[in-house]
């Protein structure tokens, strides 16, 4: 049996828009659909879907349901299937699958699994990107909006050049030195085409370690376009690293991502790794 995992306030909250989806998901026959209406709670029915002997979970939403169930899946032989209709939508980018909803339906139901890499960042799973520095930033930012949307992301970023500055870091106990952002990838992408780590692989075992240093404001505009374009790694403001495990030293309360939600680092370490092919996706 097919469990779909809908999270109605990913992406687009045009009610006739939510309507027409869950109209879809219920049509499925022999399949059971599930909604979430607050944080965390993909988490809860991820596993209610695993003691009712699902077949295959397909979270309905962004990077952020996609994170909470694929963290359940993990201790599990169950394939996620992914129908993208969040911000950003990284991973599903990255594993070519549909941004339209019909074809990710099909998809999703009826298309392959493969096992994939999954990040961790003091034990929390992450699929696509984790980062500190700006774009934790901007997730921050994004998070406290009422809105969502591509649109409101730019927002948040142009919010944030205006206040941000760099942080200091400590990487495997060595000198402090000042970041502007630092972002562990396992998918090539943040989402919305955003390719932070254009050559990452989510089967190779490895992490890579995108690290940009401090720049002046003028130079913002060529690293959005070297970013959207696939060539930031080309900057001599970008050092991309691959990595299987690293420790950063860092403040405690300060911004975090993990594939795109905002929370704060409740630790001065970071311990960063990898667990390779941990997880079932349907592509």
Wanted: aromatic share 8%; net charge neutral; hydrophobic share 45%.
């Amino acid at each position: 049996m097919l469990h779909f995992i809908y999270n109605p306030n990913a992406g687009n909250n045009n009610a006739a828009h939510k309507a027409n989806i869950l109209k879809k998901l219920y049509a499925v026959p022999n399949s059971k659909v599930w909604e979430t209406t607050k944080a965390l709670e993909a988490t809860y029915f991820t596993k209610k879907a695993i003691e009712e002997n699902a077949s295959r979970i397909i979270a309905v939403g962004g990077d952020g349901t996609v994170n909470e169930v694929a963290s359940v899946l993990t201790e599990t032989t169950i394939p996620l299937g992914i129908i993208p209709v969040g911000s950003g939508n990284g991973l599903a980018r990255h594993l070519l699958i549909p941004l339209k909803f019909e074809a990710a339906l099909d998809k999703a139901m009826h298309g392959h699994e493969i096992g994939i890499d999954v990040g961790l960042l003091n034990n929390k799973m992450f699929f696509c990107t984790a980062g500190i520095g700006f774009d934790a930033k901007v997730a921050q930012l994004f998070a406290k909006s009422n809105q969502r949307g591509f649109i409101n992301y730019i927002k948040a970023t142009l919010t944030a050049l205006t206040m941000y500055k760099p942080i200091e870091i400590s990487i495997n106990h060595g000198p402090v030195q000042k970041v502007y952002s630092l972002t562990f990838a396992n998918a090539s992408q943040f989402g919305s085409n955003a390719y932070i780590s254009p050559f990452s692989d989510l089967q190779d075992a490895y992490l890579e370690m995108v690290n940009i240093k401090p720049f002046h404001l003028l130079n913002a505009v060529l690293l959005v376009i070297q970013l959207f374009s696939k060539n930031i790694h080309q900057s001599n403001k970008v050092n991309i690293q691959s990595i299987k495990s690293i420790t950063i030293q860092y403040k405690e309360k300060e911004p975090l991502h993990i594939d795109g939600e905002a929370l704060l680092t409740n630790h001065a370490t970071l311990e960063i790794s990898i667990d390779p092919l941990a997880l079932l996706v349907i592509v």
